[in-house]
Antibody, heavy 119, light 106 residues
Framework: EVQLLESGGGVAQPGGSLRLSCAAS????????MHWVRQVPGKGLEWVSL????????YYADSVEGRFIISRDNSKHSLYLQMNSLRTEDTALYFC????????????WGQGTLVTVSA | EIVMTQSPATLSVSPGERATLSCRAS??????LAWYQQKPGQAPRLLIY???TRATGIPARFSGSGSETEFTLTISSLQSEDFAVYYC????????FGQGTKVEIK
């Protein structure tokens, strides 16, 4: 059974930093790209970032480019999102998601970790 | 950026009735479209990918159709557990979601 468990959310001030983690199990982690997707409570979904299976390729949404860094540690079956220069508009529930097949749909999702950016 | 537009925003349906949800892309996404279901307090769940292929474990009452810019999710006979928000998402050019359709009890 695929399981994804996010952690690291919390409250940060504008301009501050947070590091999110996602622990994966139940599949061959390094065979799959992984995504971060966020959702403002009560609103829609926004793709944030992707990293391929070996960590050599990353993509970012324009809204976070230059501020967020996605990474992974395949030996620990873990995905990360380093969030710097946080803005109030980054407040959201952050989900990690397993890619379906070759940078496609979001096959499995974690339950999310809430990030609140507030002074 | 490919903009995905879903309609209606809210759909009121009685249990046992058919629900038809629409999703339109601002440019072609071929068949690179997925549908997700999200219930309150839960993560989204993949229902359909490739516009029409049901994900593992998804009941046959859920079906997807369409290609290029026009897509439909049909729930043939709504069950109580189907009342939720549904999102379409394209993965032909980066990844973008529609704004969602809420299916509520009539």
């Amino acid at each position: 059974e695929v399981q994804l468990l996010e952690s690291g959310g919390g409250v940060a001030q504008p301009g501050g930093s947070l590091r999110l983690s996602c622990a994966a199990s139940g599949f061959s982690f390094d065979d799959y790209a992984m995504h971060w997707v966020r959702q403002v409570p009560g609103k829609g979904l926004e793709w944030v970032s992707l990293i391929n299976g070996d960590g050599g390729t990353t993509y970012y949404a324009d809204s976070v480019e230059g501020r967020f860094i996605i990474s992974r540690d395949n030996s620990k079956h873990s995905l990360y999102l380093q969030m710097n220069s946080l803005r109030t508009e980054d407040t959201a529930l952050y989900f990690c998601a397993k890619d379906g097949n070759s940078l496609t749909f979001f096959h499995y999702w974690g339950q999310g970790t809430l990030v609140t950016v507030s002074a | 950026e490919i903009v995905m537009t879903q309609s209606p925003a809210t759909l009121s349906v009685s249990p046992g009735e058919r629900a038809t949800l629409s999703c339109r892309a601002s440019q072609t996404v071929r068949s690179n479209l997925a549908w997700y279901q999200q219930k309150p307090g839960q993560a989204p769940r993949l229902l359909i990918y490739g516009a029409s292929t049901r994900a593992t474990g998804i009941p046959a009452r859920f079906s997807g159709s369409g290609s290029e810019t026009e897509f439909t999710l049909t729930i043939s006979s709504l069950q109580s557990e189907d009342f939720a928000v549904y999102y379409c998402q394209q993965y032909n050019n980066w990844w973008t979601f529609g704004q969602g359709t809420k299916v509520e009890i009539k």
